[in-house]
């Protein structure tokens, strides 16, 4: 027993003494073993008048006018805190790294409540969850920690932590920590400084959701749609698994879904995809698109689900028709002609197409209330002729061509796709982005992974959602600016305002293909609108929201 004492003892012992690597990590990148401190990012000077280094060796060179100089900083703040700013009702995350130099055994986090002189945000708000394989690197998935755990000497393990800001929080600055422990005693700890802003943030006045699979289970149903509202989408776009009545009269599912989608609060128009189904396999033995039968069935389904629309009070808009691009050119007539047939047939009907090419798009539209595209391919036969559609001189095209208003289908996820890039597109009309997929029975594509009534989400759909929060700041700082305007008062900040986002604006390239294979970057490194040294230390997205919440901030005090 003595023996036994003694080794317990000593292993505390080396537990309180552990020498570890423990700090905060950019969220916005893929968990990796080689990841770097948040802070130890380089500094970037855009366009500097001079530079003069002096070397290790005494000597001194001078660079006149310079593109740029980036500085690798040593001694840069403390790896180990945390420093965070959110509005009220805001979630806020942050994710760290931990990787023992020794093996340990009973490995835990515990996070603590933060507190300020305005008041105290409970423990309970304060979430730490450990990163996880599901489908790799963006599909990883948040789970709870669970029980205590052993980790091997120089092993990694990556973890995510989200403060959910209470909704009554005061404005101030508040206070906590994480802290990792061994065998019950603390061997390190992230400190969490928070500052809570005093404004609130809006749903944005556009529609974003994600393709979603009924789950057949009405309380699979509620925990998913407040998922989903709680991770900032203001719409849902149903596809798959829920009933079409081809064969009844049956629209129960949809009717049910509709009241459960009010229920959840969901602000914008629902984007009811399933009806594509009965282009693609639904209507599968009555003939082509074209023949009397197809259309008078197709015309019966429809007009079924429009019915059970109008009982509850919640706008919907009904896709016809999925990417007939991948038909090639036959494709376009058949698009076309689907088009043209609801249009003439059912004008009570609002409709949309998801489209995934030039001649598709703008075969259709002209017969659509909402064109929703992603940025388009050739088609197997190359008859798009190289044109791409998520750009400015498509979306212009478009609505001088057509009545459709623009919407985006699977255009990307993450932080920039729902936020700084969709606000960009937002002002040359588009009014709707619906992403692939929420729930695709937990296989790749599936942004949360399923179990019952639980939900594990992944990275991107994290990163999804602050990228909605950034969408929010600025919504909220254009609305701001236009009540001042109107009511003809704080001129000079809104002056300010207007800079800012002009800047910002133009800051963002208006084609999308741009990012996604030109090799451009935002925001760039040594934007001029940003102080390098806080873009270094907070990140280019969170630097930027900054930027926009100090000028709400200021622009609300000018206007009391």
């Known amino acids: 027993m003595k023996r036994t004492v003694v080794c317990l ?64 900083r040593v001694g840069a703040t403390n790896p180990r805190e945390a420093r965070l700013f959110a509005a009220a009702g805001e979630l806020e995350p942050f994710s760290f790294l931990l990787r023992p130099k020794e093996t340990l055994q009973e490995v835990f986090i515990k996070a603590s409540a933060l507190k300020g002189t305005a008041g105290t945000i409970p423990e309970k708000n304060v979430v730490v969850t450990s990163v996880e394989h599901f489908l790799g690197e963006g599909r990883d998935i948040l789970m709870e920690l669970g029980r205590k755990w052993g980790m091997a000497a120089q092993s990694t393990e990556f973890f995510w932590c989200t403060i959910e800001v209470p909704d009554d929080a005061q404005p101030g600055l508040y206070h906590g920590e994480v802290t990792v422990t061994a065998q019950d005693k603390p061997i390190g700890s992230i400190a969490i400084s928070l500052e809570v802003l005093p404004f609130k943030l809006e749903d944005p ?34 596809l798959y698994e829920f009933h079409l009545p081809v064969h009844d009269a049956d629209t129960k599912e949809f009717g049910e879904f509709i009241q459960a989608y009010k229920r959840a609060g969901f602000p914008a128009t629902l984007y009811f995809a399933t009806p594509m189904n009965l282009q693609l396999s639904e209507l599968a033995g009555f003939g082509s698109e074209t023949s009397r039968r197809w259309q008078q069935r197709f015309i019966k389904v429809m007009r079924l689900l429009h019915a059970e629309a109008q009982k509850h009070g919640v706008p919907v808009l009904m896709s016809i028709g999925d990417e007939l691009t991948n038909k090639g050119i036959e494709g376009v007539k058949i698009a076309e002609n689907l088009a043209r047939f609801v249009w003439e047939e059912l004008p009570e009907v609002a409709a949309t197409s998801d489209m995934n090419g030039y001649l598709e798009v703008m075969a259709m539209a002209p017969w659509l209330n909402v064109a929703t595209f992603n940025n388009g391919w050739d088609g197997i036969d190359h008859h798009n002729k190289g ?79 602050e990228g909605i929060d950034d969408l929010k700041y600025l919504c909220k700082l254009e609305r701001l600016v236009e009540a001042a305007k109107k009511a003809g008062r704080a001129e000079a900040e809104c002056g300010k305002a207007d800079a800012l986002l002009a800047a910002l604006a133009e800051s963002i390239k208006d084609d999308w293909s741009a990012y996604s294979s030109g090799g451009a970057k935002f925001p760039a490194d040594g934007f001029a609108l940003l102080d390098p040294e806080k873009t270094a230390e907070l990140g280019g997205f969170d630097a930027l929201r900054r930027a926009v919440a100090d000028q709400i901030v200021a622009l609300q005090a000018a206007t009391r």
């Open 9 to 72: 003892v000593l292993m505390a012992g080396l537990a309180a003494a552990a020498e570890l690597d423990l700090f905060v990590t950019d969220y916005g990148e893929n968990p990796r073993a080689d990841q770097r401190p948040l802070v130890a990012r380089p500094v970037t000077y855009a366009a500097p008048q001079e530079v003069t280094i002096r070397t290790a060796d005494g000597k001194t060179v001078a660079y006149k006018a310079p593109a740029s100089v980036t500085v690798a």
């Open 205 to 238: 006045p556009f529609a974003l959701g994600y393709n979603y699979s009924s789950p057949k289970d009405p309380e699979a149903l509620k925990v998913h749609l407040a998922d989903m509202r709680r991770h900032g989408m203001t719409c849902v776009a149903p």
């Open 387 to 465: 044109r791409t559609l998520m750009n400015k001189a498509f979306i212009e095209e478009l609505q001088a061509k057509t009545g459709a208003i623009p919407w985006f289908v699977n255009a990307g996820t993450g932080r920039f796709p729902f936020g700084f890039f969709f606000w960009k597109m937002t002002k040359l009309g588009v009014r709707g982005k619906v992403e692939w997929y929420y729930n695709l029975r937990n296989e790749r594509g599936s942004v949360v992974r399923t179990s019952g009534t639980n939900v594990y989400p992944t990275l991107d759909y994290e990163r999804s959602r």
